[in-house]
């Protein structure tokens, strides 16, 4: 588990009410299931309006990367490869051939694939930046949609405010009425304010930096296959692989 994700959450939105408490106001007088529809329902449309209905579905699947640190173990990989490496300096690059079906990583066993078969190092390094290229252009999409809807909530929570003002000037004969609907009415720019720096600009966040680290372990991937096809020492190899480390968070 991300232990910061999750105290984060509990410290932001336990702060909020604790000083909601403290000012003598209650937890009822937020919770607002028609202020809730507006919002939520709002900003759902709008970033429905904005990306593809695939990205939309694939952005919320992702979400819950953020209650989790990556499965990657980069220093795992490091050893992985640098064993590659003293195998195909033993036996020639050929006899990784048999390795191939037992390697987890889809990125890893496609670049050796590719040089078992002989691919030029050149050529295999075009290949599979092509293929980083691509995927990173399809995952820069994915915290898009959470900072788009940090961006709609907001302002949706402020159409929600207007109309229920709108509902409340029906009722100005009632001083007592008009002020319990003004409170009602600001409820839903709480929730759009709320769920913009709260859930979903933070989410998009911690997706960019998912993101980027899943990008360090296949460069750092990438970098180990060429270093093995041009024959380098396996210890100058992990020395290098270990430059990667220093952007990838280290489990102590």
Same mark, same amino acid.
């Given at each position: 588990?991300?232990?910061?994700?999750?105290?984060?959450?509990?410290?932001?939105?336990?702060?909020?009410?604790?000083?909601?408490?403290?000012?003598?106001?209650?937890?009822?007088?937020?919770?607002?299931?028609?202020?809730?529809?507006?919002?939520?329902?709002?900003?759902?449309?709008?970033?429905?309006?904005?990306? #593809?209905?695939?990205?939309? @579905?694939? %952005?919320?699947?992702? *979400? /819950?990367?953020?209650?989790?640190?990556?499965? &990657?173990?980069?220093?795992?990989?490091?050893?992985?490869?640098?064993?590659?490496?003293?195998?195909?300096?033993?036996?020639?690059?050929?006899?990784?051939?048999?390795?191939?079906?037992?390697?987890?990583?889809?990125?890893?066993?496609?670049?050796?694939?590719?040089?078992?078969?002989?691919?030029?190092?050149?050529?295999?390094?075009?290949?599979?930046?092509?293929?980083?290229?691509?995927?990173?252009?399809?995952?820069?999409?994915?915290?898009?949609?959470?900072?788009?809807?940090?961006?709609?909530? #907001?302002?949706?929570?402020? @159409?929600? %405010?207007?109309?229920? *003002? /709108?509902?409340?000037?029906?009722?100005?004969? &009632?001083?007592?009425?008009?002020?319990?609907?003004?409170?009602?009415?600001?409820?839903?720019?709480?929730?759009?304010?709320?769920?913009?720096?709260?859930?979903?600009?933070?989410?998009?966040?911690?997706?960019?930096?998912?993101?980027?680290?899943?990008?360090?372990?296949?460069?750092?991937?990438?970098?180990?296959?060429?270093?093995?096809?041009?024959?380098?020492?396996?210890?100058?190899?992990?020395?290098?692989?270990?430059?990667?480390?220093?952007?990838?968070?280290?489990?102590?």
């Amino acid at each position: 588990m991300d232990i910061g994700t999750i105290v984060g959450i509990i410290l932001a939105a336990g702060a909020i009410l604790f000083g909601l408490l403290l000012e003598g106001g209650k937890i009822g007088q937020i919770l607002q299931p028609t202020a809730a529809l507006i919002v939520f329902g709002g900003t759902m449309g709008a970033i429905l309006v904005q990306f #593809p209905f695939r990205v939309v @579905i694939n %952005a919320f699947r992702s *979400l /819950i990367t953020i209650f989790f640190e990556s499965k &990657n173990d980069p220093r795992g990989i490091i050893q992985e490869i640098v064993t590659i490496a003293h195998k195909a300096r033993k036996e020639g690059i050929v006899s990784l051939d048999s390795d191939l079906e037992n390697m987890t990583d889809p990125f890893l066993k496609r670049s050796l694939m590719l040089a078992v078969d002989g691919t030029e190092p050149t050529e295999l390094r075009k290949i599979m930046e092509l293929e980083m290229e691509k995927q990173g252009e399809y995952e820069e999409d994915i915290p898009k949609v959470f900072e788009s809807a940090g961006g709609f909530s #907001p302002t949706i929570g402020i @159409i929600g %405010a207007i109309l229920g *003002l /709108i509902q409340v000037m029906q009722h100005l004969d &009632n001083i007592d009425e008009v002020g319990r609907g003004i409170a009602v009415a600001f409820v839903a720019t709480v929730y759009g304010v709320g769920a913009a720096n709260l859930i979903l600009l933070p989410s998009a966040g911690k997706l960019k930096i998912r993101i980027r680290e899943a990008q360090i372990i296949h460069e750092m991937m990438l970098e180990g296959v060429i270093s093995i096809m041009e024959g380098m020492n396996p210890r100058m190899i992990e020395t290098k692989l270990f430059s990667f480390l220093a952007e990838v968070p280290k489990d102590e």
